[in-house]
């Protein structure tokens, strides 16, 4: 299976921007969708946003459209999602996952496994 590394996670303060990445092996990189959930302690893991191979295609959560972009940069092995006007209920652990099928709808319990995450706390 796709095995895929997630960093840049960190303490911002509310209405500040992270920048995370998710970085995969090269060949098993290739040809995947990649989507980034979160969890929050106590919480179920929710879908954030989500990216086709090409690029072409995106989708996001209505609780992060508008603040939120993802984008890939498939020469570095890499998803990234760029999370502006940070908010306190965005803390969570974010987590990425490939699939390989592009669809608009991502559900956490279609993952039979999961990488470390990267933790973003969001004070107010």
């Known amino acids: 299976q796709v095995q895929l590394v997630e960093s840049g996670g960190g303490l911002v303060q509310a209405g500040g921007s992270l920048r995370l990445s998710c970085a995969g092996s090269?060949?098993?990189?290739?040809?995947?969708?990649t989507g980034w959930f979160r969890q929050a302690p106590g919480e179920e893991r929710e879908f954030v946003a989500a990216?086709?191979?090409?690029?072409?295609?995106?989708h996001y959560a209505g609780a992060v459209k508008g603040r939120f972009t993802i984008s890939r940069n498939n020469d570095k092995n890499t998803v990234y999602l760029q999370m502006n006007s940070l908010k306190a209920e965005d803390t969570a652990v974010y987590y990425c996952?490939?699939?390989?099928?592009?669809?608009?709808?991502?559900?956490?319990?279609?993952?039979?496994?999961w990488g470390q995450g990267t933790q973003v706390t969001v004070s107010s």
């Open positions: 996952a490939p699939r390989a099928a592009w669809s608009r709808y991502w559900y956490a319990s279609d993952f039979p496994s």
């Open positions: 990216i086709s191979w090409s690029g072409d295609y995106t």
């Open positions: 090269g060949r098993s990189f290739t040809g995947y969708a």
